[in-house]
């Protein structure tokens, strides 16, 4: 159910870009109950100056931000958010060496009968 | 009021990327109440693996999947919804030859006030 | 807080885009309390037919069209949002000489919990 957008530096070597990838799909399946074969994902390298980010923000300075999108239904805790985005970050440090300070994501939450997973259906509604 | 991004994996040739636009498009003016007239799109080719994409879930298989996000405005019905979906399907697979299964479709909804379009306005709020 | 993804035609140049760029930072910073330094933007290019817009709608024409997707938190009134949108026209205007009618924006908003800024945690849950 999740749809995942990551966009990283030009340059991110195709190892770290599939290993950042496996990170965010790996703490989905773990503390929001993906399963393991709902993958959906599009990773997206962007030169120079298509990519903008402040320094720092929040006392957090960045050096080669990933921007993670992550749509999915509706209905998650505050808690298990807050699981999700830590495990991310864990993992994404783990398998892509990616800095902890450089995972910057946002959630945007749709209804549970906006999803088709092909056909024509709405799967889940 | 709609926008859409697809994404769709390198290769695809310029009339299919064409014709799978054209399909989303109509099946928003037939479902969806969207004006002919009201088309903001995008179109994005992506390499190799810059898209990932499962090789089955939920029981279909996918191939040369495409992906297909509509933001548009709240308060369309669950069957409104279905509709578009449907209509969606057939319309890619009779003008683009994509197949069924292969059409991954999300759609994000916000607010009327959200949209400009043109001239610093609000033109829904 | 705020992630925006501006779209523009292949060919726009580079000083076009940064132009846009902190057009659109500016004036979230001036109408919608968002601080200097939060600042995460994507400036994509996309090539002729990657990007499609409608020649006209609602009484507005579309030359040279610039996509504007802001991800925002939730809680902003329908008067600060048309004061966004109506400064980010003057200022695109004014800083990169973009036509007022070809400033396309949608705001997705999203709970305060849904976002991180590095380091796993969700600063403002």
């Given at each position: 159910m999740p749809?995942?957008?990551i966009s990283v530096p030009a340059g991110t070597?195709?190892?770290a870009r599939a290993a950042l990838a496996d990170a965010v799909h790996q703490a989905l399946t773990e503390t929001f109950d993906v399963p393991q074969d709902d993958r959906f994902q599009v990773i997206e390298a962007l030169g120079g100056d298509s990519l903008v980010c402040t320094p720092s923000y929040l006392g957090l300075s960045h050096a080669r931000p990933a921007f993670v999108q992550i749509v999915c239904?509706?209905?998650r805790s505050?808690?298990?958010k807050k699981a999700l985005l830590r495990r991310m970050a864990e993992l994404a440090q783990e398998g892509a060496g990616w800095r902890r300070e450089d995972l910057i994501v946002h959630l945007v939450e749709v209804q549970k009968e906006n999803w088709s997973f092909g056909n024509g259906l709405a799967q889940y509604a």
């Open positions: 749809f995942v957008r070597a195709a190892a239904s509706v209905g505050v808690e298990k």
